[in-house]
C-alpha cells in the first residue's frame, strides 16, 4: 500500500489532480504583493454589500473595483465572480470564484453589521481573507492557504502510519440499534440517494455523492451499505442538532432556495487525493471535498463516513484539535480510548471501543481551545433538537417484566442533559438492564444511576472504556424509583474527557421480574404496536411522549373484528366523555388527529365496544 494514496496527499499533489486551464487576469506588481500582505482597507459593511448587490445586478461589475475606484493599487486577481447571491432579512451569503478561474472559491457572508470571507486560488496556492473590524470596516489581507483550508497542512501525512490504517477496527451495531431514528441501525436497503436524517428540518446539510454513483449504484465496487454508512457517521456526529443530513438533492435544493445561511454541501469525487473543506462555508454554496482513496486499507463507508464528518467540521468554522505527539492533529488518549473528531482520528483506528466527539481543548496538550458545540449553535445559528424527556417519563415494562429497547429509549441532547425513567416495585423485584448507546460512530458515553424515593442513590454503572451502563440481577425492595441516564465522563477532562460532547442516542434492554405495578404502554412515534385483543366493555390505555414545537399527532387503530373505539386526551387517561380526540364508528378502524399539541404525555384508550383481536394501535408525531 503506497501511502500517498492514503486519504490526503500532500498539497502540491491537490492541484494536479483537480487542475484546469487557468486564464490570465494580468500582471501582479511589487507593489500590489506588497499592498495585499498589509491589510488593504475596502470600506464599510453596507458599501460592500451594495456593491456586491451591483455586480450581481450586471456580473461584468467589479463590486472590489466600485468601492475601491480611488484605490489605483486595486488588485485584479482579487476580481471575482459570482455564482450564488442571497441578502435577506439583513443576512447575507455570496459565493463564486475568482474571475475567471475554473480552480478558485470565494465566499463572504454575515449581516449589515460584519461579514467575513475569503478568496482561494489553487493555481497560485494563495488564500486572501476579508474581514470586518469593530467600526465596521470591510478589509482584506493575504493569508496562508491553510488558514483558510487546514487539511491542506501535509503534518497528518507524518501524524499518520499505513498499519493504522490497515489494522482499523470497525464499530459494530449494538443489537438495541432499531430504527429509534432514520439513521439508527444497521442498512436495510434503503435508497441512498434519498437517505434523510430529520427529515423536514429547514437546516440541511447535502452530501453529494453524484460523482461516485452511477443513479442508484456505487461506483469502484463499493457497496450500497458502504454509502449508507458514510452517510450515517455524519448524521450520527450532528444528531444533536436539529439539521437534515441527506444525500437527496431535491431536498438540498429546496432548503437552499428556501435559506442558502441554513445549508451547506460537501461533494464526493471519483479521485484519489487529500479530502479537504473551506473554514466556515455552511451558509453558502462553496463545498467541501471528499476524495475515495479506495486503496488506503480501510472500509469506504467507515473511513469516508469519518472524514466527511471531519470535513464538515471544518465548514461548520472549526479548526483542528492539536496537541501532543500528533501537532497539528491531536492524536487522542490511548488509555481511554477517546479522542476530538477534528484530531486525528486514524489514530485510534485499532481501538475497539473508541469515541471520537467534539471538544473545547481540556485535554492537557491542547492548543485550540474553541468550543465546538457553540461554534454550531451559535456562530452558525443551528439549533439543538427537542428535549425528548424533559421531565421524566414512565420505564415501558411489559406484563412478563420485559424492557424492550423498542419502547425504551432517548437522546442526550446537549452537556448536562439528563433522562429520567420511573417505575414502581410493590414486592421484591429484580433489575437487570443494559443501557446502550446505539448510534453507529457516536459519541455517547453512557452513565446510569437508580434512585430511590427518598431520593438516596441505590446503584449506578458507567463502564470504563465500554460506553453502556448495566445492572445485574440488582436486588429492589418495594417502591417507587427513578433511573437516570445522562452523558459520562472518564478519567479527567485533563487526562480523559469530560460529559462535554457525550451526547446521543441509548436504548435499554432487560428485564424485572417480582410483583410490579404496571406501567403505561408508551408507543414510539410511527411504529406499530400489533397483537392487541380485549373483551367486551373494557378499556386498554397506551402512552405517547410528545415534544415541543410538533405540528399534530395522529391516533389510529386497525383491526378486521369486533368494535374497538378510540378515545385520546392530554396527561390524564380519557373517558368516553372527556376526550382530545376520539374515533368512535361501526368497526375496528379507526383515527383521530390533535393538531398543535401541547407537549406532554398524551393517553390513547381503546374502548371494547365488541370484542377484538389482532388489533394495530399507532401514533405518529409531526
Request: with cysteine.
Given at each position: 500500500?503506497?501511502?500517498?494514496?492514503?486519504?490526503?496527499?500532500?498539497?502540491?499533489?491537490?492541484?494536479?489532480?483537480?487542475?484546469?486551464?487557468?486564464?490570465?487576469?494580468?500582471?501582479?506588481?511589487?507593489?500590489?504583493?506588497?499592498?495585499?500582505?498589509?491589510?488593504?482597507?475596502?470600506?464599510?459593511?453596507?458599501?460592500?454589500?451594495?456593491?456586491?448587490?451591483?455586480?450581481?445586478?450586471?456580473?461584468?461589475?467589479?463590486?472590489?473595483?466600485?468601492?475601491?475606484?480611488?484605490?489605483?493599487?486595486?488588485?485584479?486577481?482579487?476580481?471575482?465572480?459570482?455564482?450564488?447571491?442571497?441578502?435577506?432579512?439583513?443576512?447575507?451569503?455570496?459565493?463564486?470564484?475568482?474571475?475567471?478561474?475554473?480552480?478558485?472559491?470565494?465566499?463572504?457572508?454575515?449581516?449589515?453589521?460584519?461579514?467575513?470571507?475569503?478568496?482561494?486560488?489553487?493555481?497560485?496556492?494563495?488564500?486572501?481573507?476579508?474581514?470586518?473590524?469593530?467600526?465596521?470596516?470591510?478589509?482584506?489581507?493575504?493569508?496562508?492557504?491553510?488558514?483558510?483550508?487546514?487539511?491542506?497542512?501535509?503534518?497528518?501525512?507524518?501524524?499518520?502510519?499505513?498499519?493504522?490504517?490497515?489494522?482499523?477496527?470497525?464499530?459494530?451495531?449494538?443489537?438495541?440499534?432499531?430504527?429509534?431514528?432514520?439513521?439508527?441501525?444497521?442498512?436495510?436497503?434503503?435508497?441512498?440517494?434519498?437517505?434523510?436524517?430529520?427529515?423536514?428540518?429547514?437546516?440541511?446539510?447535502?452530501?453529494?455523492?453524484?460523482?461516485?454513483?452511477?443513479?442508484?449504484?456505487?461506483?469502484?465496487?463499493?457497496?450500497?451499505?458502504?454509502?449508507?454508512?458514510?452517510?450515517?457517521?455524519?448524521?450520527?456526529?450532528?444528531?444533536?442538532?436539529?439539521?437534515?443530513?441527506?444525500?437527496?438533492?431535491?431536498?438540498?435544493?429546496?432548503?437552499?432556495?428556501?435559506?442558502?445561511?441554513?445549508?451547506?454541501?460537501?461533494?464526493?469525487?471519483?479521485?484519489?487525493?487529500?479530502?479537504?473543506?473551506?473554514?466556515?462555508?455552511?451558509?453558502?454554496?462553496?463545498?467541501?471535498?471528499?476524495?475515495?482513496?479506495?486503496?488506503?486499507?480501510?472500509?469506504?463507508?467507515?473511513?469516508?463516513?469519518?472524514?466527511?464528518?471531519?470535513?464538515?467540521?471544518?465548514?461548520?468554522?472549526?479548526?483542528?484539535?492539536?496537541?501532543?505527539?500528533?501537532?497539528?492533529?491531536?492524536?487522542?488518549?490511548?488509555?481511554?480510548?477517546?479522542?476530538?473528531?477534528?484530531?486525528?482520528?486514524?489514530?485510534?483506528?485499532?481501538?475497539?471501543?473508541?469515541?471520537?466527539?467534539?471538544?473545547?481543548?481540556?485535554?492537557?496538550?491542547?492548543?485550540?481551545?474553541?468550543?465546538?458545540?457553540?461554534?454550531?449553535?451559535v456562530n452558525e445559528s443551528i439549533p439543538y433538537v427537542t428535549d425528548d424527556n424533559p421531565s421524566g417519563k414512565a420505564l415501558n415494562i411489559a406484563s412478563n417484566g420485559a424492557i424492550s429497547a423498542t419502547n425504551n429509549f432517548g437522546q442526550i441532547e446537549r452537556t448536562g442533559d439528563t433522562d429520567a425513567f420511573t417505575f414502581t416495585v410493590t414486592g421484591s423485584g429484580k433489575l437487570d438492564l443494559k443501557i446502550d448507546p446505539i448510534e453507529y460512530f457516536g459519541m455517547l458515553d453512557v452513565d446510569a444511576k437508580i434512585y430511590n424515593a427518598a431520593g438516596s442513590l441505590v446503584a449506578s454503572s458507567n463502564k470504563a472504556v465500554n460506553r453502556s451502563a448495566e445492572f445485574i440481577a440488582l436486588?429492589?425492595?418495594?417502591?417507587?424509583?427513578?433511573?437516570?441516564?445522562?452523558?459520562?465522563?472518564?478519567?479527567?477532562?485533563?487526562?480523559?474527557?469530560?460529559?462535554?460532547?457525550?451526547?446521543?442516542?441509548?436504548?435499554?434492554?432487560?428485564?424485572?421480574?417480582?410483583?410490579?405495578?404496571?406501567?403505561?404502554?408508551?408507543?414510539?412515534?410511527?411504529?406499530?404496536?400489533?397483537?392487541?385483543?380485549?373483551?367486551?366493555?373494557?378499556?386498554?390505555?397506551?402512552?405517547?411522549?410528545?415534544?415541543?414545537?410538533?405540528?399534530?399527532?395522529?391516533?389510529?387503530?386497525?383491526?378486521?373484528?369486533?368494535?374497538?373505539?378510540?378515545?385520546?386526551?392530554?396527561?390524564?387517561?380519557?373517558?368516553?366523555?372527556?376526550?382530545?380526540?376520539?374515533?368512535?364508528?361501526?368497526?375496528?378502524?379507526?383515527?383521530?388527529?390533535?393538531?398543535?399539541?401541547?407537549?406532554?404525555?398524551?393517553?390513547?384508550?381503546?374502548?371494547?365496544?365488541?370484542?377484538?383481536?389482532?388489533?394495530?394501535?399507532?401514533?405518529?408525531?409531526?
Amino acid at each position: 500500500m503506497k501511502k500517498t494514496r492514503i486519504k490526503h496527499i500532500a498539497p502540491k499533489l491537490l492541484s494536479a489532480l483537480v487542475a484546469t486551464s487557468i486564464l490570465s487576469v494580468g500582471s501582479v506588481t511589487a507593489a500590489d504583493n506588497l499592498l495585499v500582505k498589509t491589510k488593504q482597507e475596502l470600506g464599510s459593511v453596507n458599501a460592500v454589500i451594495n456593491g456586491l448587490a451591483a455586480q450581481h445586478a450586471n456580473p461584468n461589475a467589479s463590486f472590489l473595483r466600485s468601492i475601491t475606484a480611488a484605490n489605483t493599487n486595486t488588485r485584479p486577481e482579487l476580481d471575482t465572480d459570482i455564482t450564488d447571491y442571497h441578502f435577506k432579512d439583513g443576512q447575507l451569503s455570496v459565493s463564486g470564484r475568482a474571475r475567471g478561474i475554473a480552480n478558485s472559491s470565494f465566499i463572504l457572508k454575515g449581516n449589515t453589521q460584519s461579514i467575513k470571507g475569503y478568496l482561494i486560488r489553487h493555481d497560485t496556492q494563495k488564500a486572501y481573507e476579508y474581514s470586518t473590524d469593530a467600526k465596521g470596516v470591510v478589509s482584506v489581507v493575504e493569508v496562508a492557504i491553510s488558514k483558510i483550508i487546514p487539511d491542506l497542512d501535509d503534518q497528518w501525512l507524518k501524524a499518520t502510519t499505513v498499519n493504522n490504517l490497515a489494522g482499523a477496527i470497525h464499530p459494530v451495531y449494538s443489537p438495541m440499534a432499531l430504527r429509534q431514528a432514520p439513521h439508527i441501525g444497521p442498512y436495510s436497503n434503503e435508497d441512498v440517494t434519498k437517505l434523510e436524517s430529520k427529515p423536514g428540518s429547514a437546516w440541511v446539510f447535502y452530501l453529494n455523492h453524484s460523482a461516485v454513483m452511477s443513479g442508484s449504484t456505487p461506483l469502484n465496487g463499493v457497496t450500497k451499505e458502504n454509502m449508507y454508512r458514510a452517510w450515517q457517521i455524519v448524521a450520527d456526529q450532528y444528531s444533536m442538532y436539529n439539521i437534515n443530513i441527506t444525500t437527496n438533492p431535491a431536498v438540498y435544493n429546496a432548503a437552499k432556495s428556501a435559506n442558502i445561511l441554513r445549508t451547506g454541501v460537501i461533494n464526493f469525487v471519483n479521485q484519489d487525493g487529500r479530502s479537504n473543506a473551506p473554514l466556515s462555508s455552511f451558509g453558502t454554496t462553496s463545498a467541501g471535498t471528499l476524495y475515495r482513496n479506495p486503496s488506503s486499507g480501510f472500509d469506504y463507508g467507515y473511513g469516508i463516513g469519518m472524514t466527511a464528518a471531519h470535513e464538515v467540521g471544518h465548514q461548520m468554522g472549526m479548526n483542528h484539535d492539536r496537541g501532543g505527539t500528533g501537532g497539528e492533529y491531536f492524536e487522542g488518549i490511548a488509555a481511554y480510548q477517546w479522542g476530538p473528531i477534528m484530531g486525528n482520528y486514524w489514530m485510534g483506528a485499532n481501538w475497539a471501543a473508541s469515541r471520537w466527539t467534539w471538544s473545547k481543548g481540556e485535554y492537557n496538550t491542547a492548543s485550540n481551545f474553541e468550543d465546538d458545540l457553540r461554534i454550531m449553535n451559535v456562530n452558525e445559528s443551528i439549533p439543538y433538537v427537542t428535549d425528548d424527556n424533559p421531565s421524566g417519563k414512565a420505564l415501558n415494562i411489559a406484563s412478563n417484566g420485559a424492557i424492550s429497547a423498542t419502547n425504551n429509549f432517548g437522546q442526550i441532547e446537549r452537556t448536562g442533559d439528563t433522562d429520567a425513567f420511573t417505575f414502581t416495585v410493590t414486592g421484591s423485584g429484580k433489575l437487570d438492564l443494559k443501557i446502550d448507546p446505539i448510534e453507529y460512530f457516536g459519541m455517547l458515553d453512557v452513565d446510569a444511576k437508580i434512585y430511590n424515593a427518598a431520593g438516596s442513590l441505590v446503584a449506578s454503572s458507567n463502564k470504563a472504556v465500554n460506553r453502556s451502563a448495566e445492572f445485574i440481577a440488582l436486588n429492589l425492595s418495594a417502591g417507587n424509583y427513578r433511573l437516570v441516564i445522562a452523558g459520562g465522563a472518564e478519567g479527567t477532562p485533563q487526562n480523559g474527557f469530560s460529559n462535554y460532547s457525550s451526547l446521543g442516542y441509548y436504548a435499554m434492554q432487560g428485564s424485572l421480574t417480582g410483583t410490579t405495578t404496571p406501567t403505561d404502554v408508551v408507543l414510539t412515534s410511527g411504529i406499530a404496536l400489533t397483537g392487541q385483543s380485549d373483551t367486551t366493555g373494557t378499556w386498554k390505555y397506551y402512552a405517547i411522549d410528545v415534544p415541543a414545537g410538533k405540528t399534530s399527532v395522529v391516533f389510529s387503530i386497525n383491526g378486521t373484528n369486533g368494535d374497538a373505539d378510540l378515545f385520546t386526551q392530554l396527561t390524564n387517561k380519557p373517558t368516553t366523555t372527556t376526550y382530545k380526540c376520539k374515533s368512535d364508528g361501526a368497526t375496528s378502524v379507526e383515527s383521530c388527529t390533535v393538531n398543535a399539541p401541547a407537549a406532554g404525555r398524551y393517553y390513547l384508550g381503546v374502548y371494547s365496544y365488541a370484542a377484538y383481536s389482532a388489533l394495530t394501535v399507532k401514533a405518529t408525531v409531526n
